[in-house]
Structure formats: structure tokens, C-alpha cells
């Protein structure tokens, strides 16, 4: 009878992202010092890269809060230009040249938008819960085309996503499952946007892949609980929580307190991610 009562009370939730659940499964000793941990190991610097990706998806979220008439190339440069976050470059004189390149890529990436185009929702929170989770992200843009919502994500990095990317991304599927029980619209297109080459991959969804990708979710969910439980019971943290060494270390904001990770790769310097920008072509106006 005891089993009994304990199997029909109600299992708490496990709160989470698509970020925290990556973060896991990347590295479990990452995920301890960044979700785990209190108070929070303290991070290496900040990263120019991050500080590009910030000030990208900020200008391009004013941009879509703009009346429409204003929504012009010039005025994405220019929201770039005033909201730039000026942290992680090697000096000055970097910073200012990444600005500027950041805003002609805005500003060849909103070129290419229809302006009178109101998407549903622009850096949208969507979140939802299944029998294991409750889930909660917050999607770039959510456009609605034929009548259902698509995912939108804005990617900033040096690499092109590839075919298949938007397909594997457990993030966007989980975005998209969640739009669509929140927003009680269909979802099944996902997008990745490239905004340096402007390349666009996307991918329609099935109710088979959402399904795949949820229980993916929900079995990392399931270990990252298991963990912390053993954790709280006494396990050593390094054994509950193992470092999985790998290429990401070097890009790691905690190498600093693993030996492991610092074997694993060099350290790099906070602009290191964004090197290839000198690649791109700068800016040419300097509109309002
Ligand atoms: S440096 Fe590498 S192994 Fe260490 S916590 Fe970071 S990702 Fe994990």
C-alpha cells in the first residue's frame, strides 16, 4: 500500500531548457559547475563572440519593433551600431571594426526580409511540460506561414549550419513542440538563419521526429536528475558529474577549475571566435 501512495504522488518536474539539457550532455562536470553548484564557480572573461551574438539578435529584435516604415536595412546597421556590447574584443580599434562588419551583415540580412511581413513573435518565450519536463526557451522568431508557426533562429558563428543541421538541432524541435501546444498552431518547419553567408536551412518536422527529439530530452533529463541525486547523497562530485574532455574545452567558461579540460586544449583568447569577421565586407552607410 505504501508503494502504492508513492507511485500515485505527483513526480516534481524537471525545469528546464534546450541549453541546460545540451549543456549536460556536452559535459556533465559543466553542467554541475554551471546548474549545480551554489554559489557558481566564477567564469573565465567574457568572449567577443558571445558579445557579437548578443548585439546581432538585440538589433534585430528593435528592428522588428520598429513601425514597418522604419524597418529599413539602414536602421538594422544602425541599431547594431547604437546597442553594440563592447565586451571580450582585444581593444578598441577591434571592437569598432566588428561593429561595423556586424552591421553591414544586418543590414544584408534585412535587405532580404519583407519588412510589411509581421512575424508572430520576435524573441518569443514558449514553454510547455510533458509527463518528465517543463520545458521553457525563448525562440528568435516565430513567423506564421499557410497558418503555422515556423521557427526562426539566428546563428552568428563562424561555421554555416549544413543540411541536416535544423533537422538534428535538438533545440529548434524542442522550440517548435513547444510554439505549438503553447500556441495551439501547428509548428513543424524549423530554420536556421546564417546571418555572415546568409544561408538559410531549414527543415519540416513530423510528429515522429518531435516525438524522437522529446524523448532524447526527456532521457537526458532523466540522467542529469540521477546525477544530482547521487550527488546529494554523498557520491564524489567528479563521479556523479565526470568531465568529458573534448574540442569544446578550450571555448569552456570553467577550464580554469578542470584539469582535465586544460589538457584537452589550449587556451584561447576572448576574440578567438571571431577572427573570421575580417573575412566579412564592412559596412557602407552609417544610416538612422
Ligand atoms: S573544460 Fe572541458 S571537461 Fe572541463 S568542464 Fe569544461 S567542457 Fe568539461
Redesign the pocket.
Known amino acids: 500500500m505504501a508503494q502504492l501512495v508513492l507511485d500515485e504522488m505527483p513526480r516534481r518536474l524537471f525545469t528546464c531548457t534546450p541549453t541546460r539539457l545540451a549543456s549536460f550532455e ?2 556533465p ?2 553542467y554541475r ?1 554551471t546548474y549545480v553548484d551554489r554559489p557558481a564557480p566564477p567564469k573565465g572573461p567574457p568572449w567577443a563572440h558571445t558579445s557579437l551574438g548578443t548585439s546581432a539578435h538585440n538589433a534585430l529584435r528593435l528592428w522588428w519593433d520598429e513601425p514597418a516604415r522604419r524597418r529599413t536595412p539602414e536602421r538594422a546597421a544602425a541599431l547594431v551600431r547604437s546597442g553594440w556590447v563592447a565586451e571580450g574584443w582585444r581593444d578598441d580599434q577591434q571592437s569598432a571594426d566588428a561593429r561595423d562588419r556586424v552591421a553591414a551583415m544586418c543590414e544584408r540580412y534585412t535587405a532580404g526580409l519583407d519588412p510589411t511581413d509581421e512575424p508572430r513573435a520576435v524573441e518569443r518565450q514558449v514553454a510547455t511540460r510533458t509527463d518528465l519536463l517543463a520545458l521553457h526557451g525563448r525562440v528568435d522568431r516565430l513567423d506564421e506561414r499557410d497558418g503555422e508557426l515556423v521557427v526562426v533562429d539566428y546563428k552568428t558563428g563562424r561555421r554555416a549550419p549544413q543540411d541536416g543541421d535544423a533537422r538534428t538541432s535538438p533545440a529548434l524541435a524542442l522550440y517548435a513542440f513547444a510554439a505549438e501546444r503553447m500556441l495551439r498552431q501547428r509548428c513543424r518547419r524549423v530554420e536556421l538563419h546564417h546571418l555572415p553567408s546568409g544561408r538559410i536551412v531549414e527543415a519540416e518536422h513530423t510528429d515522429e521526429s518531435l516525438a524522437r527529439h522529446l524523448r532524447r530530452a526527456e532521457s537526458i533529463a532523466t540522467d542529469a536528475v540521477a546525477a544530482t541525486e547521487r550527488l546529494a547523497a554523498g557520491q564524489p562530485a567528479d563521479v556523479a558529474f565526470p ?4 574540442p ?2 578550450s571555448w ?1 567558461d ?2 580554469r577549475h ?1 584539469p ?3 589538457a ?1 586544449g589550449p587556451e584561447l583568447a576572448p576574440w578567438a571566435g571571431v577572427e573570421y569577421l575580417a573575412e566579412q565586407e564592412p559596412a557602407a552607410s552609417q544610416g538612422t
Open positions: 556536452d559535459c562536470r559543466r559547475m568531465p568529458r574532455p573534448g569544446l574545452c569552456c570553467y577550464r578542470c582535465e579540460g586544460r584537452a
